[in-house]
């Protein structure tokens, strides 16, 4: 199995050229029985994950069932998030456990953060040829 | 003899798998004192809104107490 995976830096803004191209990761997350196949934002500037309302209601999780409250700052302050663990697998790698702040924003985005992605995978960011390397802790 | 001496005693009597086990019961209770005060119903709302999500450790902490838990759930399955 490779030890490490090369992905290439997503266009979300075409007007801006290399600049509107950020790092996103295709990622299949799974609660209990359910997955769903995602591109989640690397962003080495967060300390924790961040999982979309919508994406946690897709995978089958419900609201009134996360106890923990996750205290998040910025933007994301104004609403409540809950804890949720779920099972991140990228590419062939063997899958993990990626603990999210599941915010009630519908309009967040998916964030790879420090807080548990980044204790999990080694990511390599090559700016200047937009690409990205990923490879798992073992 | 304190009660650190007697775990440091014990955990050297112990084989690995058993030291393992206390190693992450000790890193759950670690993470719940750390982010219990931490709460929704105790935080400073105006601290948080100051953070952004570069330095939100305290939800960090909230996450690791949620992945020692499941842990602990993995272990007693």
Request: glycine content about 6%; hydrophobic content about 45%.
């Amino acid at each position: 199995m490779a030890d490490k995976v090369r992905f290439a830096f997503t266009e979300v803004e075409p007007n801006l050229g290399a600049l509107g191209t950020m790092p996103y990761l295709p990622i299949t997350l799974t609660y209990q029985s359910q997955s769903v196949s995602v591109s989640g934002l690397l962003d080495s500037g967060s300390s924790v994950n961040v999982l979309p309302y919508e994406m946690g209601l897709r995978l089958g999780a419900v609201w009134e069932r996360q106890r923990l409250s996750v205290p998040l700052g910025g933007n994301l302050s104004r609403f409540e998030a809950r804890a949720l663990v779920l099972t991140g697998t990228v590419e062939r790698f063997p899958a993990v456990e990626l603990a999210f702040a599941w915010t009630q924003d519908t309009n967040a985005p998916l964030i790879l953060g420090h807080m548990n992605f980044f204790l999990a995978f080694d990511v390599c960011f090559y700016r200047s040829e937009l690409l990205f390397e990923i490879s798992p802790k073992f | 003899m304190t009660a650190a001496e007697r775990i440091h005693q014990l955990v050297n009597a112990l084989p690995a798998e058993q030291v393992n086990e206390i190693l992450d019961f000790a890193e759950f209770i670690y993470q719940k004192q750390a982010s219990s005060r931490f709460s929704l119903t105790n935080q400073d709302q105006g601290a948080v809104v100051s953070q952004g999500l570069h330095n939100s450790f305290e939800a960090a902490a909230v996450l690791a107490e949620a992945l020692a838990e499941e842990k602990m759930s993995a272990h007693g399955r």
